[in-house]
């Protein structure tokens, strides 16, 4: 049956196999699957003999957040009050190296995709199911291996001691970001998972408490507060039925704010061991002069070098003089700062930093079921912790950095192209209506546009001259491309 959801899977399918990523999992890596799924004692012995102690810390106040529909659950948290106002963070993080060792058929396909692939109409796991919402998934109420970061944060929101440890953890509630973000601003109750758990909606409250010290202090180091939307299509059983937002929330601040951190002390671990890292890099922004446009085009200045503290500034301005245009100039700046890198750092060697984050040490570690560069860091931390030599050569990393990146960036744009064929099959039936829209995209390839409603992005065919990145028009939808996911747009008046 020929249905919405089918349309657009197929698309994916054939988008991710023209970039040289794979939608399948290749019979070895089944067959690797099949034979865990035999040997539960066997993984668990595994997973207790290497990579150095395993604490038991199954009996504190687990939880995970992530979004309603999620099955592979990466992370857990939890906090506990000290003294003089400091609390204790504790980030577990699956120990995915447990059932897909370097160098296995589950390996091997996972280093070549690199990334799970989330599209509109299906998703694309780096790993196969019956692992990333299973055995290697922090699920509700198992038992399972982990990596923690453990982490003491002043009530200023600094991290002022850190360790790096593997134990077994037990998730005691599934939590979702919507409802738990809802309880949290106070529009609504605490989610079941909460009141049914002793003890974890005080320990949710600290939690957030701390998360608000960690970006309060990021963002008077220059980290910015940009408010990004996208588009997420909204399904009536398969027919696809509109495109909705999905917005930052409280509860996704309290988990990114705590990532951010684990992947930092993640960072300065494998440097006190003398160990080489993969880190995950924003270098100054390619485009600072349209920036310092944009701030002059509103009456206000920055400075001709890149600041990150100075257009931290700037955006808390803007957010608090025109919130309702606010979503348009962070995607603005997002364009113009540029896309992330994975680089590697060597021991001793000044660390590249985080423009947007305004950190210096900043690695991924915290999604392993979901990035082959976590599970690549995972493998190097559980190697430092044991006294081993690192698993990886330097020129291994510089190859997987190079590698990574590439394969971030396919990943990006197959999802980009199936969110565009999903808005183009939703316009489909509006030729010829006109649009408010902000320049996304100027350069000699073409000028991009995003419709304000519904928010996604189009191509200008006429009436582009003179516009830049964050410049406002008003367009007329003239074209859609369902299979090559094209939305051709034309300026009003032209």
């Known amino acids: 049956m020929n249905t919405d959801r089918h349309t657009l899977a197929d698309i994916a399918r054939r988008a991710m196999i023209e970039r040289g990523l794979e939608p399948d999992f290749p019979p070895a890596a089944q067959q690797e699957v099949a034979a865990l799924a035999r040997q539960p004692a066997a993984r668990e012995r595994a997973g207790g003999s290497a990579g150095g102690s395993v604490r038991d810390l199954r009996d504190r106040l687990w939880a995970s957040i992530d979004n309603d529909d999620s099955r592979d659950l990466d992370q857990l948290t939890v906090a506990e009050s000290l003294t003089d ?284 079921n979901r990035r082959y560069p976590d599970l690549v860091t995972q493998r190097l931390l559980k190697a430092a912790m044991a006294g081993a030599p690192p698993p990886y050569s330097t020129s291994e990393l510089d190859a997987l950095a190079t590698h990574c990146t590439q394969r971030e960036d396919d990943a990006t744009k197959v999802e980009r192209q199936v969110r565009k064929s999903a808005a183009a099959l939703l316009l489909s039936g509006r030729i010829g209506e006109s649009f408010d829209a902000v320049v996304t995209g100027a350069s000699s390839k073409g000028t991009w546009v995003r419709l304000v409603a519904p928010p996604v992005e189009g191509k200008l065919d006429r009436g582009f001259q003179g516009l830049d990145v964050g410049d406002a028009l008003r367009v007329r939808l003239v074209q859609t491309d369902v299979q090559r996911g094209f939305i051709d747009v034309v300026r009003e008046g032209h």
Not at 97 to 116: E, F, I, Q
Not at 179 to 197: K, N, Q, R
Not at 237 to 261: C, H, P, V, Y
Not at 349 to 360: E, N, Q, T
Request: include cysteine.
């Open 85 to 368: 106002g400091r609390v204790r963070i504790l980030v577990a993080v699956a120990d995915v190296d447990v059932c897909v060792p370097k160098g296995s058929a589950l390996d091997r396909h996972a280093s070549n995709n690199t990334t799970s692939v989330y599209t509109p109409a299906a998703i694309f796991p780096m790993l196969p199911e019956a692992l990333s919402t299973d055995l290697t998934s922090l699920n509700q109420a198992q038992d399972r291996m982990a990596v923690v970061a453990d982490m003491v944060v002043e009530p200023d929101g600094s991290v002022v001691t850190s360790d790096l440890y593997r134990a077994h953890v037990r998730n005691h509630a599934k939590l979702a970001y919507r409802s738990v973000a809802a309880w949290l601003e106070g529009h609504g109750a605490a989610p079941p998972g909460i009141l049914d758990t002793p003890g974890l909606e005080a320990n949710l409250r600290l939690q957030d408490g701390v998360a608000q010290r960690l970006v309060d202090l990021r963002h008077r180091h220059g980290a910015l507060g940009l408010e990004t939307t996208e588009a997420k299509a909204v399904f009536d059983g398969d027919a696809l039925s509109d495109l909705g937002l999905d917005r930052k929330n409280r509860a996704t601040q309290l988990i990114e704010d705590f990532m951010i951190a684990a992947n930092g002390v993640t960072a300065t671990y494998l440097e006190s061991k003398g160990f080489p890292s993969l880190r995950r890099v924003l270098r100054s922004p390619e485009r600072w002069d349209r920036i310092v446009q944009l701030a002059a085009g509103v009456g206000d200045r920055l400075p001709n070098a890149p600041d990150a503290v100075a257009l931290e500034a700037f955006l808390s301005r803007r957010r608090q003089a025109e919130p309702e245009k606010f979503a348009d100039l962070s995607l603005a700046v997002v364009k113009l700062i540029g896309r992330g890198e994975y680089a590697v750092d060597l021991p001793g060697s000044p660390p590249p930093g985080h423009f947007g984050l305004a950190v210096k040490d900043y690695t991924h570690s915290t999604a392993p």
